[in-house]
């Protein structure tokens, strides 16, 4: 009996539930693997094979499509920086050979070979794949990658040097160099027929980018807090809230804030992003002060783009009298990473914060922090070590000693350092032995997004 064919109304369906940016990749990684094709038609190794480049460029389309089957915090490698993370990045290749699977019998028994389910399996599950067998998640090489695995895995890389945040244009000449720089495994006659006509490609890249970019919806966020509860492990009380921001952003899908920072710096999104997102706080502040339930101190984070905006204390103070919050219930702080370099007086915008009756922090403290001489001068009242740290105490006797010598220093200048990620017995008891004041810790075994903290702290009647 013959397998049924694999219907693309049902991929499509599939691929509409990924976010507009992983949609406009897969757009993109078509049209590119389209050009590269066109290149192709005539050559003896096409006409042999009696390839078929629609279906090529049609099967391309869909290759990330078992995105839609793992969380959306993982479609991007370089920011799953756990090892299941990864790994779950790394399942997206099975997970879309699943789905194309779904009404069909049989797993490329009866198709012939150049049938679209062919095309469309190679495109999937082999566009990570190398010759040199350093791809995944089969380590095939060599002529076990067939020419749509090959076109697609070329196209796919080029694209993601292209567009950063898969949206923003960058400049050509500095992607086409990483490209090259990062293109080991890939077929090199294939790359040299891409790249043989420069002008022309950089011609047809500017098409594509023209032609998306009038489907783009500019400057609509949904924006959405998450709190991290902050326990003060020695009487295991809860202490404070961290809050973490989360972007359903129409050019980079639902992303956390410090992946979403590094796009958005040069196009001010960021500036109203977090404004939105401090809204949502003190409203959230309001609503529990209206039901008499006193809400923990909130540690929110701000780019340090926004200090040298001219109204930025200006307005933080107009949204806390608006909603009738004192500035008091916060603790207001900036990401280490981000003050390399700048010019801007950090030590002021701090003072400015406590004039206004707010604590300061300083996020993502670690043992490479050019502020550690500095310190003192900051005046902050907390500072943050990384998530990451929780684990590498624990594994890493120099990594203890190093952190050791971090919570020392901010212990004897009274400021708190609390641990980011305690979440097991070992990694309490060394943060105890450090004299880690306070440890990031989880109600339940998960964040609370507003709506469930609302609920929770109105059932605790503020008896916390």
């Known amino acids: 009996m013959a397998s049924k064919r694999i219907s693309r109304k049902q991929l499509n369906e599939v691929i509409r539930q990924l976010p507009i940016p992983l949609r406009e990749h897969s757009r993109r990684v078509k049209l590119l693997a389209s050009f590269l094709t066109e290149k192709l038609r005539l050559e003896d190794g096409f006409l042999a094979g009696r390839y078929d480049a629609k279906k090529i460029c049609d099967a391309v389309y869909y290759h990330d499509i078992g995105k839609a089957a793992i969380p959306r915090d993982n479609y991007y490698l370089k920011y799953c920086k756990t090892a299941a993370k990864r790994e779950s990045y790394y399942s997206h290749v099975e997970e879309g050979l699943k789905i194309a699977q779904r009404g069909a019998e049989e797993f490329l028994v009866e198709y012939g070979p150049r049938d679209f389910e062919t095309y469309l399996y190679e495109a999937i599950g082999q566009h990570h794949e190398r010759l040199d067998g350093s791809g995944f998640p089969f380590g095939k090489k060599g002529e076990e990658i067939g020419l749509t695995g090959r076109i697609c895995a070329i196209a796919d890389a080029l694209d993601n040097e292209l567009f950063v945040g898969n949206s923003h ?11 090259r720089a990062g293109a080991e495994g890939l077929d090199t006659e294939l790359v040299a027929k891409l790249f043989e006509d420069m002008d022309a490609l950089r011609a047809f890249v500017d098409f594509i980018d023209e032609k998306q970019a009038s489907r783009r919806k500019r400057d609509k966020y949904g924006v959405l807090v998450w709190y991290k509860p902050i326990v003060d492990i020695r009487e295991n009380k809860l202490n404070s809230f961290a809050t973490e921001l989360y972007i359903n952003d129409p050019y980079y899908g639902t992303v956390r804030q410090e992946v979403f920072l590094s796009a958005s710096i040069r196009t001010g999104s960021i500036v109203q992003v977090e404004k939105i997102a401090f809204r949502k706080v003190c409203y959230l502040v309001k609503r529990l002060k209206r039901r008499k339930v006193t809400l923990p101190a909130i540690s929110f984070v701000f780019s340090v783009q926004q200090f040298s905006r001219k109204n930025f204390f200006k307005e933080i103070g107009k949204i806390l009298d608006f909603y009738e919050v004192p500035a008091s219930q916060f603790c207001f702080g900036v990401r280490e990473d981000e003050t390399a ?13 406590r004039e206004m009756g707010a604590t300061v922090a300083m996020h993502g403290f670690g043992e490479s922090s050019s502020l550690m001489t500095t310190l003192e001068s900051f005046s902050l009242n907390k500072v943050f070590l990384p998530a990451n740290y929780a684990a590498k105490v624990v594994e890493s006797p120099n990594t203890y000693s190093v952190v050791s010598g971090i919570v020392k220093i901010a212990n004897n200048l009274h400021i708190d350092a609390v641990m980011e990620g305690v979440s097991n017995r070992e990694i309490e008891a060394n943060a ?5 004041k306070y440890a990031v810790g989880e109600l339940y075994g998960e964040n609370l997004a507003e709506g469930a903290l609302y609920q929770y702290l109105v059932a605790q009647g503020g008896a916390l």
Do not use: P, Y
């Open 169 to 179: 244009r960058v400049n050509f000449e500095q992607a086409v160099e990483a490209f």
């Open 341 to 353: 370099g700048t010019d801007l007086d950090l030590s002021e915008a701090f003072a400015t914060f």
């Open 432 to 436: 105890l032995r450090m004299g880690v």
